[in-house]
């Protein structure tokens, strides 16, 4: 069975920085595409980040290209979610997303992500 587990959350001030984690499990094989998106209260669940497990292809939202990195410990199996500059705006449930296949796309399309974690909070505010 395939899971993934967040952590990392937490709350911080605006300009700060917190990095997120996504350990794997059960991984039934080692081609996929993973990442994060988030989903705010009222809104929809939003990509932000993918990286495939080549590591050949990363592709960031706009709003977050310079701010956030994405990264991964193909040992560990373990995804990475690096923010700084962190703003109010991305103050949302952070979740962590697999599917296993041979190239990555899908940051506006979630439906298209299989497995999913249960996610972790991020609150921005001063």
């Known amino acids: 069975v395939v899971q993934l587990v967040e952590s990392g959350g937490g709350s911080v001030q605006p300009g700060g920085s917190l990095r997120l984690a996504c350990a794997a499990s059960?991984?039934?094989?080692?081609?996929?595409?993973w990442g994060w998106f988030r989903q705010a209260p009222g809104k929809e669940r939003e990509g932000v980040a993918l990286?495939?497990?080549?590591?050949?292809?990363?592709l960031y939202d706009d709003s977050v290209k310079g701010r956030f990195t994405i990264s991964q410990d193909s040992a560990k199996n373990t995804l990475y979610l690096q923010m700084i500059s962190l703003k109010p705006e991305d103050t949302a449930m952070y979740y962590c997303?697999?599917?296993?296949?041979?190239?990555?796309?899908?940051?506006?399309?979630?439906?298209?992500?299989?497995?999913w974690g249960q996610g972790t909070q991020v609150t921005v505010s001063s």
């Open positions: 997303a697999a599917d296993f296949r041979s190239y990555c796309y899908g940051l506006s399309r979630p439906t298209d992500f299989q497995y």
């Open positions: 990286i495939h497990s080549s590591g050949s292809i990363t």
């Open positions: 059960g991984m039934i094989s080692s081609n996929y595409c």
